[in-house]
Every structure is written in structure tokens, then in C-alpha cells.
């Protein structure tokens, strides 16, 4: 069973920037791609980003790419989304999560196994 917590969420004014990171436990990270996801009340839940186990692959949603930049640390067991020059429309709830597919990024929520509790992400004009 893995865990995984969120930090980094807070309130930021459009074009400045924010780090989320998320540590996981309770099983062998590096057997896991990590993925990002974001929701808003009265919305689907919304792939942002996602990193292969590796780090090799990476793949971005269209409205973050060039914007945010995802990373990991295997050492430290810690996925990282950095997020910059953000909008309002960023505003959600973000959400880390672990998929067993370890080689091929997946934008699909229904490929992960594991889910973190979130982090509130505020962008105010």
C-alpha cells in the first residue's frame, strides 16, 4: 500500500509561482509513474502532468505545458510540480497519484492505483 502527501498548495497572484511536492511511503517508488491531477468544484477531475519512473518520459496537459514542469527525486522517494506563471484558471485542488505502469505515462485517472489527499492551489488576479 503506498501513501502519498501533498504540500506547496497556497494562495499566489497570477504570473507567480508555486511548488507542489508529494512523498510517498509504504512502497518501492521507483515501480511507479507519478502523475498530477487537478480538480475544481463542479468539474471533472483533470490530468496535468505525469513523469515515468525514470524520469525519461514526461508528459504535460496542453493547458499547463511550457508552464509547469514536473520532476522526481527516487532518492527522496518525492515527486515535484513546478508551477509558474500562473492564471487563475489554475485554481484547484491538486492531486498526486501513483500508477503501477511504471514505463509509459498514462493522462487516464482510472490507470492509478493510489491517490494523495490533495493540495488547495489559489491563483487570484
Known amino acids: 500500500q503506498v501513501q502519498l502527501v501533498e504540500s506547496g498548495g497556497g494562495l499566489a497572484q497570477a504570473g507567480a509561482s508555486l511548488r507542489l511536492s508529494c512523498v510517498a511511503s509504504?512502497?518501492?517508488?521507483?515501480?511507479?509513474?507519478m502523475g498530477w491531477f487537478r480538480q475544481s468544484p463542479g468539474k471533472e477531475r483533470e490530468f496535468v502532468a505525469v513523469?515515468?519512473?525514470?524520469?525519461?518520459?514526461?508528459d504535460y496537459a496542453d493547458s499547463v505545458k511550457g508552464r509547469f514542469t514536473v520532476s522526481r527525486d527516487n532518492a527522496k522517494n518525492t515527486v515535484f510540480l513546478q508551477m509558474n506563471n500562473l492564471k487563475p484558471e489554475d485554481t484547484a485542488v491538486y492531486y498526486c497519484?501513483?500508477?503501477?505502469?511504471?514505463?509509459?505515462?498514462?493522462?487516464?485517472?482510472?490507470?492509478?492505483?493510489?491517490w494523495g489527499q490533495g493540495t488547495q492551489v489559489t491563483v487570484s488576479s
Open positions: 513523469i515515468n519512473w525514470s524520469g525519461g518520459s514526461t
Open positions: 497519484a501513483a500508477d503501477p505502469n511504471r514505463w509509459v505515462p498514462m493522462r487516464t485517472p482510472l490507470e492509478y492505483d493510489y
Open positions: 509504504g512502497g518501492t517508488f521507483r515501480n511507479y509513474a
